[in-house]
């Protein structure tokens, strides 16, 4: 008797075998978030590149569903950044972060991807606002904000602490500018026919050591 | 003929165990790849205003870190490397007032938490992941 064991045969025969929940992205069944950005359906530019779909796969706090990452919506137009739903029903903005050094031991740095997630309801309130230092230094003059707000806003302010104010562009629920010295963002909307005006302060990293307190040993 | 019927169960048979195989040692890999993988959870206490800490684990294959601070203002988090005699931060700092994470590729390193506030934190939780 000839025995062919077709590969499509041992692999679905061995997925068979493997315990079922690995801690893989699982399937979500939450509706999609209320920000307006995820109104129409996701297109071929919203779709998040193979690394940062990747790292979404992997996130542990919080999880990303393959059908999350199907969900992204492209919102940043100067830097890789989208608005993904996670699986606990917060919503993400997901962002591309490159080193702040080219090189380090010899070896070149890839860009990572860093996220801050925030329960709907607060992304649809106070909404999220980031910022990430561009430098390898402890103490950052200069950062990239970027950030999400609610549903009708379209700009923000950007104070810094010299007092200098800059609009930034609302583009699907998402801004991003670099600013020297941010200490607020503030933006406008409108709540029962009035307005309202949100100011979330901002801060950056302006550390007083180069060394770790408490540092230890190892 | 009963031969045909016979063959397929053969083979069926067959590849249940070849699969099996293929999957013991698919969960040995894991397993192994598991046993390499450290989650290194810590807590910080009073962490005082413009300071920065670090969990004091300092090790190759970093990948992700993650922090959720008592604060109702800002907290920092980046992965930092020695350098020299000091320390890099190779990514930045991400600051922000909710839950800030990291995924980047595997470098060797320690997780580290900022307070960019004038006040103290007084709590915190931070996780990083390596291997």
């Known amino acids: ?218 | 003929m009963s031969i045909v019927p016979g063959a397929v169960a053969v083979r069926r048979t067959l590849a249940t165990l070849a699969a099996c195989a293929v999957a013991l040692l698919l969960g040995a890999a894991l397993a192994a790849a598991s046993a390499n993988a450290l989650a290194d959870n810590w807590v910080g206490r009073s962490l005082p205003g413009y300071q920065w800490t670090g969990s004091g684990y300092y090790a190759a294959n970093l990948w992700w870190e993650g922090v959720e601070a008592e604060t109702s203002s800002s907290v920092c988090v980046g992965p930092v490397q020695k350098s020299g005699g000091g320390w890099v931060a190779p990514y930045g700092w991400t600051c922000g007032r909710t839950s800030i994470t990291w995924n980047h590729p595997l470098i060797t390193g320690m997780a580290a938490v900022y307070n960019p506030n004038p006040g103290t934190i007084p709590y915190f939780k931070a996780l990083a992941y390596y291997g």
């Open chain 1, 1 to 218: 008797v000839h025995t062919n064991i077709t590969p499509s045969a041992l692999v679905t025969a061995a997925l068979a075998c493997l315990p079922v929940g690995c801690g893989q992205a699982h399937e979500a069944t939450l509706p999609a978030p209320r920000l307006a950005a995820f109104d129409a359906p996701p297109t071929a530019e919203d779709r998040v590149s193979h690394e940062v779909a990747t790292a979404l796969a992997q996130s542990l706090r919080p999880e990303f569903s393959s059908q999350d990452i199907r969900a992204a919506r492209r919102v940043l137009l100067d830097h890789p950044g989208w608005l993904v739903p996670a699986a606990n029903g917060e919503v993400c903005l997901v962002h591309v972060v490159y080193p702040t050094v080219s090189e380090l031991g010899g070896a070149t740095l890839p860009p990572a991807t860093a996220h801050a997630c925030a329960p709907e309801s607060a992304a649809l309130g106070e909404g999220i606002v980031e910022s990430q230092s561009l430098t390898s230094g402890t103490y950052a003059r200069t950062a990239r904000i970027v950030g999400v707000v609610p549903n009708d806003v379209g700009t923000v302010t950007i104070t810094s602490r010299a007092g200098v104010r800059t609009a930034a562009t609302v583009i699907r629920n998402a801004y991003e500018a670099v600013i020297q010295e941010p200490v607020a963002i503030s933006f406008v909307v409108h709540r029962h026919g009035r307005l309202y005006t949100h100011v979330v302060g901002v801060r950056v990293v302006h550390a007083r050591s180069r060394s770790p307190v408490d540092r230890p040993t190892y």
